[in-house]
């Protein structure tokens, strides 16, 4: 893949994820925005990109505001003349079940997960019009947008929302040629630590410094950070060009296409249901096959795969 002339602005760029699809961009060709909250991290990560004979340029600024939004946008534009790729990659975690997120835990998730991308894409969007060459999108959920998980309302309501943008901005933005997709990555990262599924698997590797069993790479897609940013780089280059509209799963040897919503099964009663009918009828009809939810826990390594 040959980004070469292409410039790319990517949120959360200091570490883990998002420093993993900065370098991959900068290594085919693209000049990259490093944009992190963290001063120091977004220097770095910057500073090993130009080290490495590729073009970058740090801007530490917190995502979720319109101005935010602005300054990087306007970073791409002032030293490298255009924006052909966004990835909204920035987040942060809050962690409570229910009973006990406070307002403040979920409006900080809101604001940097969704509110973030939506500003960052809004201002890209404006800018890749304008110079009317096309564009992409490319907006990081996570699987826990697509089916919930324990103790994450905030987090998993915020990625769920950034796929169904990515639907309806990919509508709005056909004519303008920008693609806009969304990636479901599945990596180890101290995100990821959190989780209660993948947190021991993730801390044995570590200490012990094993690469992942062939079982968890494959059955479970989970992988470094590198298995997943040569997605990043595909959706950005000219062979996506159309791809749009869709949730691409990624972690380890796995690649997945997620499904959207749709009406699983669907019965008719004339004159409209009452409850009584609906209680009566559910288990033999819509309500059959119930679909599952949360994040599966990982197959242990005796009955996983070989």
């Known amino acids: 893949m040959d980004l070469s002339g292409k410039v790319a602005v990517v949120t959360g760029a200091g570490r883990g994820l998002g420093r993993a699809y900065a370098e991959a961009l900068a290594a085919a060709g693209a000049a990259v925005v490093v944009n992190d909250v963290n ?20 801007v530490a600024v917190p995502v979720g505001s319109a101005e935010a939004a602005d300054r990087l946008v306007a970073a791409a534009v002032e030293e490298f003349g255009r924006l052909d790729v ?5 987040g942060i975690l809050r962690d409570r079940v229910l009973w006990k997120m406070s307002d403040d835990d979920f409006d900080a998730v809101i604001e940097v997960h969704l509110r973030g991308t939506f500003t960052c894409a809004r201002a890209a969007a404006v800018r890749m019009r304008e110079q009317g060459t096309g564009g992409r999108l490319i907006l990081v959920s996570s699987p826990a947008g697509q089916r919930g998980n324990f103790g994450q309302t905030n987090y998993a309501a915020a990625k769920a929302g950034i796929v169904a943008m990515a639907r309806t901005w990919a509508m709005e933005l056909a004519r303008a040629g920008v693609t806009v997709n969304a990636v479901v990555p599945v990596a180890a990262t101290e995100m990821t630590k959190t989780i209660p599924a993948f947190a021991p698997i993730i801390e044995e590797a570590e200490r012990t410094g094993r690469p992942f069993p062939g079982w968890l790479r494959r059955d479970e897609g989970m992988g470094t950070v590198e298995d997943v940013a040569s997605l990043i780089v595909f959706l950005a280059s000219d062979a996506s060009a159309d791809v749009t509209g869709q949730a691409i799963g990624i972690g380890g040897d796995r690649l997945a296409l997620w499904s959207h919503p749709a009406e699983k099964a669907v019965a008719f009663a004339d004159g409209g249901w009452t409850a009584e009918a609906i209680a009566a009828s559910w288990k033999s009809g819509v309500g059959a096959e119930p679909e599952t939810y949360g994040i599966p826990a990982p197959a242990a390594p005796e009955t996983a795969g070989a």
Not at 41 to 54: E, K, L, S
Not at 86 to 90: E, I, K, S
């Open 86 to 90: 966004l990835v909204t990659n920035a």
């Open 39 to 58: 001063a120091e991290a977004a220097a770095q990560v910057a500073q090993a990109i130009t080290g490495d004979g590729g073009r970058a340029i740090d």
